[in-house]
């Protein structure tokens, strides 16, 4: 009953103790005469190795205020329950829709069916926590001991219940697994701490209100946010929701590093971190977890998806449904807070999208961080010895509800969650959608990334390099800086955040949809024909085969016949489109479905940037015929990096300097015979063009477009002017799809909302959205001046895109092609 870390075993005493309190934690006259029965022929004797006079008290603090606390000598304290086990099916006890047709929880009989269990042993268990001496209990909970010299019993006894309960299900974990590992007591257990209820006293002062006031109001938030966990509902909910995703995708998951984790777990606490593309997530997630007996993750959820009955439910089962924002409520603060160290503390593991929400274009979205800076806190505060966070990449081959996201990227609204959408979203799962891939990435222990970036708990750390991009997308400075604490303190959880979405991507597998995508998106409203597909993709897959970068099954895209029946996959799902009027079948992206298709492509776009950049910094360099063209394109490079780093997470500059060098030797394998008063020469583009590919007009250009629509409403608004961001989002949205009309733009899935957001961000990064008020003429022109400039400098990159396009094999067809 002592709070150990980990599941550790009693510690050895020097004597026997000479009693012993037995806590019955019974709820029928059924377990009573069990428990009973095993005490009377001599169960702690046998369990234990303890012969002692044995008193029975039942597991409630009014008894054991009453009885046990005030004892002067030193009883062995052994909480004791029965556990009722459901029927072995398959080699797996796990509650079933046919015990609940039944009217009976196996897990919770009725009375009447417990009698009638009595007589089969392998249905029930009298189960012992691990005991403590009295004196280790109130060693274990000074502060509510101490109050037994004050005459109040209650605090102690409240925490030895606790302490007992905890005992006891980590008990039952030993004998049911530890997927069934829930919380007991939560609230309780955290308006009985000391130190949550000092804190609520300093809040009441700063708010001015009575302590009385916040107490309610913390106690309140606390019942809201608790996931009061079942067992009982979480094994039907997962039979009933696994349907949803079992029947659509075959998962696919690399369970390989699962033995490391769970050998962490006994540690420390895991945080899933997963990328988020669908609804189902928590729901795959989930299943390959429980079915490598890993506990229930508390997944933090948006109260968008609280709606009934889903959130009740949901609830029972580990969620944590918490506001969208805060605002200035701090007591709601401090309640979050002191829930998520409470969980961390006891070891309970947690599961969040730190995207926000789910990614409108396929690849990883700029992470949150609130809930990350509650994790810090965590482990400022020394609450808990370290956090492991998992990056952890959900990849599907194909999603059913990709045309409800492309609606909301042209200006749709999302249509609110609630039981008649469920329906509905249920009812889309119904068609085979390929596989999804589950990967764990390298887990990251929080309290080392956070010394090593320089948070202020690891002294002297006022003074850090702040190299690399910031994945918000403000790009630190490449030298030293000095800043204060809190501005050290959100660099901090920044990084670890972007150290998150790189071991993310660094697992996400290249799928066959994805390739074939950014074949098909890559020619220009042009139709292939299945041996002109082949020959897209050929030279790619080399590419991969070389870097040995994780894929899925990408041998269905090796023979004609395998990549027909790909092709034909993407037509029923109404992404491509098929022509077969003429001597072959040709196909083309679906009309009105390019949004569609560059989510796929966008799912693993980011192993294909680096060589896209190195593309356009060749190009670049060449153009300008002079000695330092090797200046000139790692300048271009880093340009380009800089003008990327709202859509994609780049390493700092040295690591991406080796990067790039590395992609350079794949296309000339004596670079390092260069010197830097070298020339590169047509030689270059010949060595370029031999590999078969050019990828900046397939992994880039959508972007670049996206950007120069947004340049160029700045450019043409009165520098005076208040944006509206909104506004101008739907602006650009308008005018985008008249530039696609006029042929401005070569990327349909450039016209989208989220991708108009980041340009505006990275605008807004370069100073260019600052308002300058109207009797600062000179100021007024400088900023004209500056976003013509940006839209000058888009155009020029657009039209080096437009030259590697050029360049591209696909896009000189031959006869026979």
């Known amino acids: 009953m002592i709070d150990h870390r980990g599941d550790s075993p009693a510690p050895a005493r020097a004597t026997a103790p000479e009693s012993v309190v037995a806590l019955i934690d019974a709820g029928s006259g059924v377990e009573r005469e069990l428990v009973g029965t095993w005490?009377?022929?001599?169960?702690?004797?046998?369990?234990?190795?303890?012969?002692?006079?044995?008193?029975?008290?039942?597991?409630?603090?009014?008894?054991?205020?009453?009885?046990?606390?005030?004892?002067?000598?030193?009883?062995?304290?052994?909480?004791?329950?029965?556990?009722?086990?459901?029927?072995?099916?398959?080699?797996?006890?796990?509650?079933?829709?046919?015990?609940?047709?039944?009217l009976t929880n196996p897990r919770k009989p009725n009375r009447f069916a417990q009698r009638r269990l009595v007589g089969m042993p392998d249905r029930h268990v009298v189960l012992t926590g691990q005991p403590a001496l009295l004196s280790e209990l109130r060693a274990n909970n000074p502060e509510a001991a101490a109050l037994l010299f004050k005459g109040s019993a209650e605090p102690f006894a409240r925490a030895i219940v606790r302490a007992a309960v905890v005992?006891?299900?980590?008990?039952?974990?030993?004998?049911?697994?530890?997927?069934?590992k829930v919380p007991r007591l939560v609230a309780e257990e955290i308006l009985d701490s000391p130190e949550f209820l000092r804190r609520l006293e300093l809040i009441a002062d700063q708010l001015g209100?009575?302590?009385?006031?916040?107490?309610?109001?913390?106690?309140?938030?606390?019942?809201?946010?608790?996931?009061?966990?079942?067992?009982?509902?979480?094994?039907?909910?997962?039979?009933?929701?696994?349907?949803?995703?079992?029947?659509?995708?075959?998962?696919?998951?690399?369970?390989?590093?699962?033995?490391?984790?769970?050998?962490?777990?006994?540690?420390?606490?895991?945080?899933?971190?997963?990328?988020?593309?669908?609804?189902?997530?928590?729901?795959?997630?989930?299943?390959?977890?429980?079915?490598?007996?890993?506990?229930?993750?508390?997944?933090?959820?948006?109260?968008?998806?609280?709606?009934?009955?889903?959130?009740?439910?949901?609830?029972?089962?580990?969620?944590?449904?918490?506001?969208?924002?805060?605002?200035?409520?701090?007591?709601?603060?401090?309640?979050?807070?002191?829930?998520?160290?409470?969980?961390?503390?006891?070891?309970?593991?947690?599961?969040?999208?730190?995207?926000?929400?789910?990614?409108?274009?396929?690849?990883?979205?700029?992470?949150?961080?609130?809930?990350?800076?509650?994790?810090?806190?965590?482990?400022?505060?020394?609450?808990?010895?370290?956090?492991?966070?998992?990056?952890?990449?959900?990849?599907?081959?194909?999603?059913?509800?990709?045309?409800?996201?492309?609606?909301?990227?042209?200006?749709g609204k999302k249509k609110p969650e609630g039981l008649a959408w469920l329906a509905r979203y249920v009812r889309s799962q119904q068609h085979s959608a390929g596989h999804v891939y589950v990967r764990f990435g390298a887990p990251l222990s929080a309290r080392d990334r956070?010394?090593?970036?320089?948070?202020?708990?690891?002294?002297?750390?006022?003074?850090?390099?702040?190299?690399?991009?910031?994945?918000?997308?403000?790009?630190?400075?490449?030298?030293?800086?000095?800043?204060?604490?809190?501005?050290?303190?959100?660099?901090?959880?920044?990084?670890?955040?972007?150290?998150?979405?790189?071991?993310?991507?660094?697992?996400?597998?290249?799928?066959?949809?994805?390739?074939v995508t950014l074949a098909l998106l890559g020619v220009h409203e042009r139709a292939l024909t299945l041996g002109e597909v082949r020959t897209v993709l050929t030279p790619v897959l080399r590419y991969i085969e070389k870097r040995d970068l994780p894929h899925g099954e990408l041998a269905a895209l090796r023979d004609e016949q395998s990549l027909a029946v790909v092709l034909e996959q993407l037509s029923l799902a109404k992404v491509v489109t098929v022509y077969r009027g003429g001597l072959e079948p040709v196909y083309s992206i679906e009309a009105g479905a390019h949004?569609?298709?560059?989510?796929?492509?966008?799912?693993?776009?980011?192993?294909?940037?680096n060589r896209a950049i190195l593309e356009l910094s060749i190009l670049a360099a060449l153009e300008m015929r002079a000695p330092d063209q090797l200046r000139a394109g790692w300048d271009e490079a880093f340009r380009l990096r800089d003008l990327l780093k709202f859509e994609?997470?780049?390493?700092?500059?040295?690591?991406?300097?080796?990067?790039?060098?590395?992609?350079?030797?794949?296309?000339?394998?004596?670079?390092?015979t260069h010197t830097a008063e070298d020339t590169l020469g047509e030689d270059i583009l010949h060595k370029l063009t031999a590999s078969g590919f050019m990828m900046a007009q397939r992994a880039l250009r959508p972007f670049v477009d996206a950007q120069l629509v947004v340049a160029e409403r700045l450019a043409a608004r009165d520098s005076g002017e208040e944006i509206d961001r909104k506004e101008f989002i739907d602006e650009c949205v308008a005018v985008g799809k008249q530039m696609m009309l006029q042929q401005r733009l070569h990327s349909p899935e450039s016209v989208s909302t989220e991708l108009f957001t980041s340009a505006l961000k990275l605008a807004d990064n370069h100073g260019l959205l600052t308002r300058v008020?109207?009797?600062?003429?000179?100021?007024?022109?400088?900023?004209?001046?500056?976003?013509?400039?940006?839209?000058?400098?888009?155009?020029?990159?657009?039209?080096?895109?437009?030259?590697?396009?050029?360049?591209?094999?696909?896009?000189?067809?031959?006869?026979?092609?």
């Not at 807070?337 to 969980?343: D, S, T, V």
């Not at 994609?648 to 394998?669: C, G, I």
């Open 209 to 411: 209100v009575s302590p009385h006031e916040v107490y309610r109001r913390a106690e309140k938030g606390l019942r809201e946010l608790v996931a009061a966990q079942s067992r009982l509902v979480s094994d039907l909910f997962t039979q009933a929701m696994r349907p949803v995703h079992a029947s659509t995708w075959n998962v696919d998951s690399d369970d390989s590093g699962l033995d490391g984790l769970r050998a962490l777990n006994r540690r420390y606490p895991l945080v899933f971190l997963p990328s988020h593309r669908s609804y189902v997530d928590a729901f795959v997630l989930g299943d390959v977890l429980a079915r490598n007996d890993f506990p229930p993750n508390h997944v933090i959820g948006g109260a968008n998806l609280s709606f009934w009955p889903m959130g009740p439910i949901a609830r029972r089962t580990g969620t944590v449904f918490i506001r969208r924002s805060f605002g200035d409520d701090e007591v709601y603060k401090a309640v979050v807070e002191e829930y998520f160290a409470y969980l961390l503390a006891k070891r309970f593991n947690l599961e969040w999208y730190f995207e926000g929400g789910r990614t409108r274009t396929g690849k990883l979205r700029p992470p949150r961080y609130g809930l990350l800076n509650y994790l810090a806190a965590a482990v400022r505060s020394n609450r808990i010895d370290d956090v492991m966070l998992v990056p952890v990449s959900i990849t599907y081959e194909r999603l059913n509800e990709l045309g409800a996201i492309a609606t909301e990227q042209v200006g």
């Open 773 to 817: 008020s109207h009797d600062s003429a000179k100021r007024r022109a400088e900023l004209t001046r500056r976003r013509i400039e940006f839209a000058d400098q888009l155009r020029t990159i657009a039209a080096l895109i437009s030259q590697a396009a050029a360049l591209d094999p696909s896009n000189r067809p031959g006869p026979g092609a």
């Open 39 to 102: 005490l009377a022929d001599g169960g702690i004797k046998h369990e234990l190795g303890v012969d002692a006079p044995v008193t029975q008290l039942d597991l409630d603090a009014g008894a054991i205020g009453g009885r046990l606390v005030g004892r002067r000598d030193d009883p062995l304290v052994v909480p004791i329950r029965v556990l009722w086990l459901p029927p072995e099916r398959d080699g797996v006890r796990r509650i079933t829709f046919a015990d609940l047709a039944m």
């Open 648 to 672: 994609f997470f780049f390493p700092e500059r040295a690591e991406f300097s080796a990067q790039m060098t590395a992609e350079m030797l794949l296309v000339d394998p004596d670079w390092y």
């Open 595 to 609: 949004l569609e298709a560059a989510f796929y492509r966008n799912n693993t776009v980011h192993w294909f940037i």
């Open 167 to 180: 005992a006891l299900e980590r008990a039952e974990r030993s004998v049911i697994g530890d997927r069934y």
């Open 450 to 515: 956070l010394a090593a970036f320089g948070d202020p708990l690891w002294p002297p750390a006022v003074v850090i390099p702040l190299h690399g991009t910031e994945p918000t997308g403000t790009e630190p400075t490449d030298a030293t800086e000095s800043v204060d604490v809190d501005e050290l303190e959100r660099k901090a959880v920044q990084r670890l955040a972007f150290e998150v979405a790189v071991g993310i991507n660094a697992v996400t597998p290249i799928t066959v949809n994805a390739l």
